[in-house]
């Protein structure tokens, strides 16, 4: 297990999304797109996971309230939003069922500049098995 503090996640995160090889499964409650801001932290984040969907590495997303639905299927990522009398406030990405990253980070520019956030990025088979599941009724949903 790995801590990521703060400012850390797009350095620890984005490399791991760049070595995806068949899978990026996301549950996100809050996710910005900054498409006129190319160097921001959260924008270099999105360009990472497009670009997995380019080598063909499936991507899909559960989202909450924000509008970011379109921007991703215009993108090739398959997104749900979720809806339920329940607030989904879940911040987890699970790439390849082998790696789970857990914690308070959502994908917007504050959360990885200024915010007080902390994340885990977990390799334990039992825990990332049971997160996938946690994912996939999710995503039945």
């Keep these: 297990m790995e801590t990521i503090i703060g400012k850390e996640f797009p350095e620890k995160v984005i490399p791991l999304i760049k070595q995806a090889k068949n899978s990026i499964d996301i549950v996100i409650f809050n996710w910005y797109w900054y498409r006129d801001q190319t160097g921001a932290a959260a924008q270099r984040f999105n360009n990472a996971i497009v670009d997995a969907t380019k080598k063909a590495v499936r991507v899909r997303a559960i989202i909450g309230p924000n509008q970011i639905l379109n921007i991703l299927l215009q993108n090739k990522i398959k997104a749900k939003k979720f809806s339920s009398g329940r607030t989904l406030h ?13 914690g308070s980070h959502n994908y917007t520019e504050a959360a990885f500049t200024t915010n007080y956030e902390v994340s885990v990025i977990i390799q334990d088979e039992k825990i990332v098995k049971r997160l996938k599941f946690y994912f996939e009724n999710l995503w039945s949903y």
């Design 90 to 102: 879940t911040k987890l990405m699970i790439i390849d069922d082998a790696i789970a990253i857990l």
